[in-house]
């Protein structure tokens, strides 16, 4: 039998207990997985503590073994002393029990277990481990990475024309095959078998690779991977593949007889098609029905976004922004027009280093896993993976100067609930908010990353909702992203920008 055969228990089929249900997400902000290296250096700890155990009395029984080896090693009738006759029935009868049946073992694996259930409530759930596993498999995607490149710890785009090194880091983390199992076993489980197949071929190479080899640690096996594999090819409606992997299969579990049974089905099915020609079968990515710009998208993400071209146009401009505002008078804005229409503006250095710090200190207590709205509700959903976090100005005397300057720079009410609190967002692994519309909201100001901000109108002066203003964020490829979010309702600027009945205003 396969390493498979070996026992693990996994968060969803033990079940989670209180305060580790999806409500964590611990993977949507860089925050919370930060937080949960404070349990694992405590893990660490526990774990030195049992192998410090474990070794003593390895080295205890190392001892009484070369002690006996040694009598075994004397004469040819050893028995004929009195006293090794005696030493003799007294280890047979007395000593061979206490070792085989020591506590020693057993104790030292309890107090490493009764640590583990103490830190238990702290660690990532099921759900935390599958969100992480869905961000990898969307860098792989919206930035075209190299599967056997993450493998290896590389973050690399594979084109027709060359490799090219999107991100190099320090020093490389690669990937086990239990890792990049994990990963496919949840496409897997999602129904998708694009990158199922992609992640679970990565995993059988390096477990031929180690085979034969068992770490403790890892869950899945080169059986395991087999098996899935197998079945994903055959799901995708590649028959012939799928036979090929199952009776690589049994070369490693010759028993197994389910997969014998599948080896028979595949067999029947390319018998009936033989007689039959069709189009070979192309594994393509999941649709996504929502997202109608999806190349235009990805293509911006791979790309850094639109190039700066604006300088070529005469229309476009910087100057120092007052807005006729004796706020702004004495330290006006620096400002730069990104477009006209829509209208876009970046104001540079719209806020310090020590305000963008404090307002991420406010809001980091208060992190929850970010929503959109559903008709009347509020939900969470694939396309937008953060956290996010509201501050009122009461919070602290800043947010209230914050909201003057905004107020001036706009020459919009700012106050609720004419406008929004401010909304601080975090996002974390593969992190992102996926092409959207802001029309609930007449203007935005986005923070971005914190220091500049950005400004345009989501609505036309009619109240239509401008369809120029689709916008997005890339998901994050390392580290995190924070971003502040200022949203200015329609309601209550009648006088401060008027309505017009012309759709282009």
């Known amino acids: 039998m396969g390493k498979g055969t070996r026992g693990h228990i996994r968060g969803k089929e033990a079940g989670v207990g209180p305060g580790r249900g999806r409500g964590e997400d611990k993977f949507s902000a860089l925050q919370s997985v930060e937080r949960a290296l404070g349990p694992e250096r405590e893990l660490l700890r526990l774990l030195e503590g049992y192998v410090r155990g474990e070794e003593a009395r390895l080295r205890d029984l190392r001892r009484f073994y070369n002690k006996v080896l040694s009598l075994h090693k004397g004469s040819a009738a050893p028995v004929g002393n009195p006293l090794l006759a005696y030493t003799l029935i007294k280890r047979l009868q007395s000593d ?83 890792d990049c199992f994990h990963v496919g076993k949840v496409a897997y489980d999602m129904g998708d078998y694009y990158h199922a197949i992609t992640w679970l071929e990565v995993a059988v190479s390096l477990f ?30 590649n028959v012939s593949y799928a036979l090929s992997l199952s009776r690589e299969f049994l070369r490693y579990n010759p028993n197994n007889k389910r997969m014998a049974r599948n080896i028979l089905k595949y067999e029947r099915l390319l018998a009936e098609k033989s007689n039959m020609t069709g189009p070979e079968v192309t594994i393509k990515r999941p649709n996504v029905p929502h997202l109608q710009t999806r190349d235009t998208y990805e293509g911006l993400c791979q790309t850094l976004g639109s190039q700066p071209t604006h300088y070529q146009i005469p229309s476009l401009y910087c100057a120092y922004e007052t807005n006729a505002s004796p706020y702004l008078l004495l330290q006006p804005v620096r400002k730069e027009v990104l477009h006209l229409e829509p209208y876009i503006v970046l104001y540079h250095d719209f806020v310090s280093d020590s305000e963008a710090q ?68 975090n996002y974390g692994i593969g992190g992102h908010y996926e092409p959207h519309f802001d029309h609930v909201t007449s203007s935005s100001l986005l923070f971005y990353p914190f220091n500049a901000a950005l400004f345009w109108w989501n609505l036309h002066r009619s109240g239509e909702g401008d369809g120029d203003t689709l916008h997005a964020g890339c998901p994050v490829l390392v580290g995190d992203k924070w971003v502040a979010n200022k949203w200015i309702h329609e309601y209550g600027q009648e006088f401060r920008r008027p309505c017009s009945s012309k759709p282009e205003d």
Request: proline share 4%.
């Open 208 to 237: 031929q690779g180690s085979y034969g080899e068992w770490n403790t640690e890892d869950e899945g096996s080169l059986e395991d991977a087999l098996d899935y594999l197998a079945f994903a090819y055959f799901q995708a409606g």
């Open 96 to 178: 061979w029990r206490n070792v085989v049946y020591s506590l020693e073992a057993s104790e030292n694996i309890r107090a490493l277990k009764d640590g583990y259930v103490k830190v238990e409530q702290d660690l990532p759930a099921f759900e935390d481990l599958e969100g992480a596993a869905r961000a990898l498999m969307r860098l792989q995607d919206v930035y075209m990475l190299s599967v056997k490149g993450l493998a290896r710890g590389a973050f690399q785009r594979v084109t027709g024309s060359g490799v090219t090194d999107l991100y190099r880091p320090s020093q490389a983390f690669p990937l086990s095959a239990d």
């Open 358 to 425: 404090k307002i991420r200190g406010f809001a980091a207590p208060w992190l929850q896993r970010s929503v959109v709205a559903s008709g009347e509700k509020q939900q969470q959903v694939e396309y937008r993976i953060s956290k996010s976090a509201w501050l009122k100005d009461t919070v602290d005397p800043m947010l209230v100067s914050l909201d003057r300057r905004i107020a001036a720079l706009t020459g919009l009410n700012v106050q609720p609930p004419y406008a929004e609190h401010l909304q601080v967002v």
